[in-house]
């Protein structure tokens, strides 16, 4: 993070990690037992979405964490946009900036897309999903959820996650499995082999059942079908067969143990009807606490004070 953006949990240290989590427990604890809506933080200061790729909970999130900050949210609409007539992306992005945007949030489905945006322009600069390559606002979300549920972030050290399904394709997977080993937690990798790919030094399995009873958090990744190039196809039967999670799979996880999901989650194939409303899914408080992570991220590139 050069101080300026937020583009990857790879440019993160652990204590810039640690702070934007405990702020957005400040902002959890004042929304939630306090009543408080309207923090103040970003009075007169308006943030602009930049999405090339559809959404619904980050974009929404991101709005949600603007407001209740006191800022305004504008959405640039591509498909009404000059993009439609052939307008490059930074032509779009510096128009932005000379409208007097505070910052813009981008998303696109090429990996590096967000740290070009950056290099272009002198207003802060969100990475909300670039390509495969990270989702770090997602992480810092996962880990106010994760450090809610086991008590604190010192806790992460020495649980062990597994990330189930198409890894190949999942942003979330690289900058939430970069987030807990910054604290001390493992993780795994499970899926068949076209959905998972090379990791130095981390370790793959290609059968869910091996490992579920071994790990504290059973991370559910969707198919991406979108993603999916022409001449790859999926066996759906054989997937749901050998990677889903449903109850029976579910009865042998590590007692205490959880379970998340980043959404949209399909029923039927990464989880089952069970699975999708057991209580150890914590994919609500993901979404709840995302916009509290939000807060923070935005927080600290605006001018907000930092919570100790």
Known sequence: MSGKDFLAIAELTKDKVQTL?????????????EGVR?????????VVSLFYENSTRTRMSFERATKLLGGDFAYFDIASSSVA????????????????????????????VSHQVAKWLDIPVINAGDGCHEHPSQAIGDLVTLSER????????????????????SRVARSVSRAVALFGASSV??????????????????????????VDVLYM???????LLERETIDLASYVRRFQLNQIRSAKMRQGGVIMHPGPMNVGVEVDAYVSKSLELLAPAQVRNGVFGRMAILSSLLGGEEVA
Do not use: C, W
């Open 85 to 112: 007539k052939g307008e490059s992306l930074r032509d779009t992005a510096t128009v932005l900036e000379a409208l007097g945007f505070s910052a813009v949030v981008v998303r696109h489905y090429s990996e590096g």
């Open 221 to 227: 990744l969707r198919v991406q079908q979108e993603r």
């Open 38 to 46: 309207d923090f103040g933080e970003l009075k007169g200061q308006v």
């Open 189 to 214: 990798f499970v899926g068949p082999p076209e959905m998972l790919p090379p990791f130095r030094n981390m370790p793959v399995v290609y059968d869910l059942d091996e490992v579920i009873g071994e």
């Open 21 to 33: 989590v405990e702020q957005a427990h400040f902002y959890q604890r004042r929304f939630s037992k």
């Open 150 to 169: 086991f008590g604190s972030l010192k806790a992460l050290d020495g649980l062990k996650v597994a990330f189930v399904g198409d890894v190949a394709h």
